[in-house]
């Protein structure tokens, strides 16, 4: 037998009609990156956190206290006084805007956590996850 490349195996259905092919893992490994727009999209990396307008909100803190940094889930009870000191980290931030509205996700349960500054006082609220029903929609976040 000669020797032909058998990294591919041609599938036929019963009449003889082609109906897909067969690749090797090294072949397919060769392949995959030229496909990459067609191949499902890989699982999304969690989105990074919104550390920059963090650091600006806070450049621009013009509330009367100082700038907080604690966290608590009343979800799950997970607290921190430092939500970036923690090591792995209890909470993730989500977003942070200049009118003083910091959240954060809980990486216990996932809860999301809503801060709001005002001039008096600093609210919390906690949001429980829950997961997303229609599995064509992300679920995950
Ligand atoms: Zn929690």
């Known amino acids: 037998m000669s020797k032909h490349d058998d990294s591919i195996t041609e599938l036929f259905d019963k ?32 989105k990074p956190e919104p550390i920059a307008d963090w650091e600006m909100l806070k450049d621009f803190w013009d509330f009367p206290y100082p700038v907080d940094t604690d966290v608590k ?27 003083g509205l910091v959240s954060f996700r809980c990486c216990n349960c996932k809860s999301r956590i809503s801060k709001r500054h005002f001039k008096d006082e ?12 229609d599995l064509n929609k992300e679920a995950r976040y």
Not at 15 to 32: D, F, R
Not at 39 to 45: A, R, V
């Open 73 to 99: 889930c009343d979800e799950c009870g997970s607290q921190t006084e430092d939500w970036q000191k923690d090591e792995p980290r209890k909470f993730k931030l989500r977003t942070a805007n200049l009118g």
């Open 122 to 133: 600093i609210t919390s609220e906690t949001t429980p996850f829950i997961e997303n029903k």
């Open 15 to 46: 009449n003889g009609n082609l109906i897909g092919a067969l690749l090797t893992a090294e072949l397919w490994a060769e392949i995959k990156p030229m496909l990459a727009d067609r191949l499902p999209k890989e699982e999304p990396e969690e």
